[in-house]
């Protein structure tokens, strides 16, 4: 069902710049790309949306290419909370299906 | 006050019992979920709820049955419980059609083990 693809795993430095790839290659030109995140047995936790615009917030930045086939989720300075799953989801404005993929697992390495 | 909570948080139960999950949000949501999310860590949509109507059943087995007595309440029922129910069971809401900006809120989680 998840129409978006997402390494399983990736490592990351304390300190660093954490960017979580997402490929989205069919997505339509209402689908807005949302990140969440999954902090162990957590509920997951709502990050950020877009649609073609580079957006940022307090937690993250997310950048999605021009042609909208695949974005980057960018954490900035990552710290070790920050290690959990990320799931990128495709979906329609106002739409109600939210569909997660198998999303990728941050770990942050002190 | 918690925003989305579930009740219990662990469940053991044996086999061929009948048992049941409930959720409530105090967020004024007009639309609820149940998502299930196995040993393999996939979450996986299961029902979704908008003002007390069923709006998405993704093919899952009739011994689920989900119960929406009012817009804030969203249970679910599991009749016949099989080793392959033992996941744990997240409970979310997102505001509807109206003013909705994407955000689901998701509930702790409840941890049904099936022995």
């Known amino acids: 069902d998840a129409k978006t693809t997402q390494p399983t795993s990736m490592d990351c430095a304390e300190g660093r710049a954490a960017n979580l790839p997402c490929n989205h290659s069919t997505i339509s030109g209402n689908e807005y790309v949302y990140w969440y995140r999954q902090i162990h047995s957590q509920g997951p936790q709502y990050i950020i949306h877009g649609l073609k615009n580079n957006e940022t917030n307090e937690m993250a930045s997310l950048i999605i290419t021009e042609d909208r086939k695949s974005s980057t989720l960018i954490l900035p300075h990552a710290t070790l909370r920050d290690t959990a799953v990320y799931y990128c989801i495709v979906r329609a404005w106002g739409g109600n299906q939210f569909y997660f993929g198998t999303g990728t697992s941050l770990t942050v390495i002190p | 006050d918690t925003a989305v909570s579930q009740t219990p948080k662990y469940l053991v139960t044996q086999m061929g019992n009948d048992k049941s999950i409930k959720c409530e949000q105090n967020l004024g949501h007009d639309t609820m979920y149940w998502y299930k999310q196995d040993s393999k860590k996939f979450l996986k949509i299961m029902f979704s709820?908008?003002?007390?109507?069923?709006?998405i059943n993704e093919t899952v087995p009739n011994r689920f049955s989900p119960k929406s007595p009012d817009k804030a309440h969203l249970n679910l029922h599991i009749n016949s419980l099989e080793l392959g129910d033992s996941a744990v069971y997240f409970c979310a809401s997102n505001p509807g059609l109206a003013g909705n900006t994407g955000e689901l809120f998701f509930g702790e989680g409840s941890r049904l083990t099936v022995l």
């Open positions: 709820y908008n003002n007390k109507e069923l709006i």
